[in-house]
């Protein structure tokens, strides 16, 4: 018997079948949780997060409602995981940003030395993003992994909205172009 | 061409507009190439990056925590106690499902919604008659079902009335995994006249606080389910209903009719 489909497996727990859910949880753990915590940089946070995305997954409606029209299985599972994890990252900083937009905003722009001196934490996409120069890495980093609003990105880089999502498209490219070459080197395709 | 409902692209893509603005988006999706090009853009960067980010190893013992806390927080049970086809609710305790029914089919009155409410009163004990109906052809379902395995409330208390007036409750609290809720049903109550709505009151320390009111119908019979979102923390002493000359009371000006300690 071959390894149940990510399709089967779901529609086993749409019958609230634990098994399933056990299964697909192994298979997406760490995925999931990498994401998680690299969006949310907390253990606790992360957890909380992967507890929050299989409890969708259980319930099956609203986010947790998945079919083909969402595109593959393990793209929209990935997207519910980041957006689960900007969610509570907006919830935990709500009161600062009630207390003071502006500073905690600026708190979060990563420090490029610190992401460098790191070199247990080096991945393909962090030596992607270091190849970018420091403004695109933050259009990234703000946009994708803290899901700012455009107006907020505008505030912290200063940038006129308008101009925002063209420098976030330019951003990405870049990044991609980068992922590309990486993949190159490492794998030799 | 870059038109004004352009803007909202990023909002949309992370979740930040209003449900209104989103879908007024969705349908300049459907017309404008530039958003649906930008859109798979963004989605297929989400696909893409975790493949690319070094994994982390969880926490010892996530994994059971995890799937501990699905299934202790979950409404329905596994399937190795689903029951009759036919039955969408879980079987709960009769004085549960009777509450859990009101909150079905009785709509959820938070004191804000309240304002509106001495309007629908009508069309309220029309759905409340259904509710008890349903209430009892459930409670009968139940009789044959005992010992199956569901989840159970987590706290049940019988609403005492302060002076010799015929009223009776029950408030449960439980969690059908959206957070504790409250629940309060109770019978034989007297009419309400003009504004006037039972309030429900979490008490700590003599400080009762707002949760929830309702009205109730030609036999005296009403009830409300109230999210106790975020105060669950707080160590409630004891739940009351009195009677108020208008919703949305910030403390009490009636007389406490019913009392029951958690
Ligand atoms: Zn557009």
Redesign the interface.
């Known amino acids: 018997m071959g390894k149940p489909t990510d399709k089967e497996l779901y529609e086993r727990i749409q019958m609230k079948d634990k098994a399933a859910l056990e299964l697909m949880y192994d298979r997406y753990e760490k995925l999931l949780y990498s994401l998680a915590y690299r969006i949310t940089k907390d253990p606790h946070f992360s957890e909380e997060v992967m507890q929050d995305v299989f409890m969708k997954l259980w319930n099956g409606k609203g986010a947790g409602q998945y079919n083909e029209d969402k595109g593959k299985f393990s793209s929209w599972l990935l997207t519910v995981t980041r957006n689960t994890s900007i969610d509570l990252l907006r919830k935990k900083k709500e009161v600062e940003y009630q207390w003071d937009e502006r500073d905690s905003l600026q708190e979060e722009i990563p420090s490029v030395e610190k992401e460098v001196e790191d070199q247990e934490k080096r991945d393909e996409l962090t030596e992607a993003m270091d190849t970018l120069p420091d403004e695109q890495q933050r259009m990234i980093y703000l946009f994708y992994f803290q899901g700012l609003s455009q107006q907020n990105i505008s505030k912290v880089c200063e940038l006129p909205v308008g101009t925002v999502k063209g420098r976030i498209r330019l951003a990405l490219k870049k990044l991609r172009e980068n992922l590309a070459t990486e993949r190159r080197v490492d794998h030799g395709k | 061409m870059e038109n004004k409902r352009?803007?909202y692209?990023?909002?949309y893509f992370?979740?930040?507009l209003s449900e209104n603005d989103s879908r007024q988006f969705e349908q300049h999706l459907q017309q404008c190439e530039d958003c649906q090009k930008?859109l798979q853009?963004?989605?297929a960067?989400?696909?893409?990056?975790?493949l690319?980010?070094?994994?982390?190893?969880?926490?010892e013992g996530?994994?059971d925590?995890?799937?501990d806390?699905?299934?202790t927080?979950?409404p329905?049970?596994?399937?190795q106690f689903?029951k009759k086809k036919n039955s969408k609710l879980p079987i709960w305790s009769g004085v549960l499902a009777a509450a859990l029914l009101l909150s079905v089919g009785v709509n959820i009155y938070t004191t804000v919604e309240m304002q509106q409410l001495s309007s629908e009163n009508e069309n309220l004990n029309a759905q409340l008659s259904d509710a008890q109906l349903a209430i009892s052809e459930l409670q009968e379902e139940q009789e044959d079902e005992e010992d199956t395995g569901v989840a159970s409330p987590e706290q049940t208390a019988s609403l005492v009335p302060l002076e010799e007036n015929g009223f009776t409750g029950m408030a449960t609290v439980t969690d059908n995994?959206e957070g504790p809720e409250l629940l309060v049903q109770v019978q034989n109550m007297e009419a309400l006249h003009g504004d006037e709505v039972y309030q429900v009151w979490l008490i700590e320390e003599e400080t009762p606080v707002a949760s929830g009111s309702f009205v109730i119908d030609e036999h005296g019979v009403g009830g409300v389910s109230y999210h106790m979102s975020g105060e669950m923390e707080q160590n409630w002493e004891s739940v009351a209903v009195s009677k108020e000359p208008q919703p949305g009371n910030e403390q009490p000006e009636g007389e406490i009719l019913l009392e029951s300690e958690l």
């Open positions: 352009c803007d692209l990023i909002d992370n979740g930040l930008e853009e963004f989605k960067l989400t696909e893409d990056l975790p690319h980010m070094k994994q982390v190893d969880p926490p996530m994994k925590r995890v799937l806390h699905v299934m927080n979950d329905v049970p596994s399937n689903i995994g």
